[in-house]
């Protein structure tokens, strides 16, 4: 039925951004990075009437730029179209779920969902003996003295994680910055704010990571009336059906398979370290 024949209260669009945050296509996961979910976000915004636009958060994190970039976008749209934005925590908001988080002119989680971790980490594999044991002699040639810098397949050396760690460094004041642009003003005086530690939701509400503590459909509700209408903006549909990549959308069994099994096995341990470290 046209809206205008319609009786009943506002409709808020509702966009879920869940999972890890990767910059390319995820193999065996759907990504989460801001070609993934751009269209979904235009499409939120789009709709005309609406006062504000709700955005459901799940994330452990994952990386800085995919998280920066989509927190842009949000904020970009938002001050565009007029709109507010209304974050909800789920189960987990972490690094750079959080950091997708402060898009919201409000973030409201539940008591005991899982928030903060305002820190920056690097994880990978090292096989400096696999080669040498399977009987496999690899060969690297370079311009450039630094250009095997952190290769998985030799030892470890101080210079190149001294580097590494100024580079997290830097990404880490980046995102110190962010917090204290969004939420400087509510921000509790703890020392342990910007260490990587991570929180509750009521803990979160006390140290000014978050401004409330309540359920997307009841919140709505109460501000906008009993009649108030969630829409679920969900990703466009191809050809035959299959909706394109973007927020929350679950891969086929085909395509899960069709990557290798030795990077698919490595992508799943590491966004399983990444779900883990927050109990999840």
């Not at 990504?31 to 976000?41: D, F, K, T």
């Not at 709700?54 to 989509?70: D, F, H, T």
């Not at 305002?118 to 630094?146: C, D, H, M, Q, W």
């Not at 910055?177 to 921000?187: E, I, P």
Request: hydrophobic fraction near 40%; charge should be positive; aromatic fraction near 8%.
């Amino acid at each position: 039925m046209p809206k205008r024949f319609r009786k009943g209260g506002i409709t808020i669009p509702v966009v879920r951004l869940h999972g890890t945050i990767v910059a390319g296509g995820g193999q065996f996961r759907p990504p989460l990075n801001l070609a993934s979910v751009a269209s979904v976000l235009e499409k939120a915004f789009a709709v005309k009437d609406a006062p504000a636009v709700a955005i459901s958060v799940n994330s452990p994190g994952g990386s800085p730029v995919q998280s920066r970039l989509i927190f842009q976008r949000i904020r970009d749209l938002a001050e565009e179209k007029k709109k507010r934005v209304i974050i909800f925590v789920e189960d987990v908001a972490a690094s750079g779920g959080y950091m997708i988080a402060l898009a919201g002119d409000e973030i409201i989680a539940d008591p005991t969902s899982i928030v903060g971790s305002i820190g920056v980490v690097s994880g990978g594999f090292g096989f400096p003996e696999l080669l040498k044991k399977i009987g496999v002699e690899r060969r690297v040639y370079t311009a450039g003295e630094n250009k095997v810098m952190l290769d998985p397949f030799q030892p470890e050396k101080e210079k190149d994680i001294e580097y590494l760690k100024s580079l997290q460094l830097q990404i880490h004041n980046v995102f110190i910055d962010m917090v204290k642009a969004r939420r400087g003003h509510l921000l509790a005086d703890h020392d342990e704010i910007f260490s990587g530690l991570f929180w509750t939701g009521g803990r979160a509400q006390e140290l000014g990571l978050i401004d409330s503590l309540g359920d997307m459909r009841g919140e709505l509700k109460k501000r906008y009336g009993a009649k108030t209408e969630l829409q679920l903006i969900s990703p466009a549909r191809g050809l035959f059906g299959r909706r394109q990549p973007g927020a929350s959308i679950a891969s086929s069994v085909a395509e899960r398979f069709a990557a290798s099994a030795v990077s698919g096995l490595a992508d799943i341990a590491e966004e399983k370290a990444l779900w883990g470290r927050y109990g999840l």
